[in-house]
Structures are given as C-alpha cells and as structure tokens.
C-alpha cells in the first residue's frame, strides 16, 4: 500500500517556478516509478513525466521537456517536480502517481499507475 501527498502548487506569473512534492507513505515506495500528470481546465488528465524506481531514468511529455525535472529521494520516500519557465498552459492540477513496477513500463499510461495522490492546484498567469 502506498500513499501519496501532493504539496507546492500555487499562483505563479508566467516565466517563474514552482516546485511540486509528492510524499509517500508505504514500504514500497524505494520499489516504484513514480509520475507526474496534470489535468488543465476542460482538459482530460495527460502525463508530464516519470522517474524510474532509483532515478536512473526520467522521461517527460514534450510539451514539457527542458523546461521541467523530476527527481527523488527516497530515503525521504519524496518525488519532486521542478518547472521553469511556466506558461499559462501549464495551469493545471498535477498529480503524482506509483507504479506497481520500478521501470519498464508505458509511463506515460495511467492504467501502470496503481496509487494516486490528491493533486494540488498550479495556476499560472499571464
């Protein structure tokens, strides 16, 4: 059993940073790709990027890459997300997501994803 806590989201002006946690609870976490994906305003929920189980590989949407990072540290059972150079269509609640498996799966599907967090709101203005 894993759970998830979401924490960082907030308002932010286009061009600046956020840093997004996700906190885990559960054995099973040092086990476990984690992943990012958010859902914008009317949107449907898309993936942002994934970690491996021991950070050895991340992967990211393009919309995304370069501007976004994900890493952990899971002897603090913690998955961050760094995002630069917001846009507005960042806007969105993100979540994060564990596997079930520490790497080789479809990261970018939510169905490899067993445990969900809440999310937490980021809003990005012009």
């Known amino acids: 059993q894993v759970q998830l806590a979401e924490s960082g989201g907030g308002l932010v002006q286009a061009g600046g940073s956020l840093r997004l946690s996700c906190a885990a609870s559960g054995r099973t976490f040092g086990n476990s790709a984690m992943g990012w994906f958010r859902q914008g305003p009317g949107k449907e929920r898309e993936f942002v990027g994934a970690i491996t189980w021991n950070g050895g590989r991340t992967y990211y949407a393009d919309s995304v890459k370069g501007r976004f990072t994900i890493s952990r540290d899971n002897p603090k059972n913690t998955v961050y997300l760094q995002m630069n150079s917001l846009k507005p269509e960042d806007t969105a609640v993100y979540y994060c997501?564990?596997?079930?498996?520490?790497?080789?799966?479809?990261?970018?599907?939510?169905?490899?994803?067993?445990?969900w967090g809440q999310g937490t709101q980021v809003t990005v203005s012009s």
């Open positions: 997501a564990a596997a079930t498996k520490p790497y080789r799966i479809k990261y970018e599907v939510e169905g490899e994803y067993y445990y």
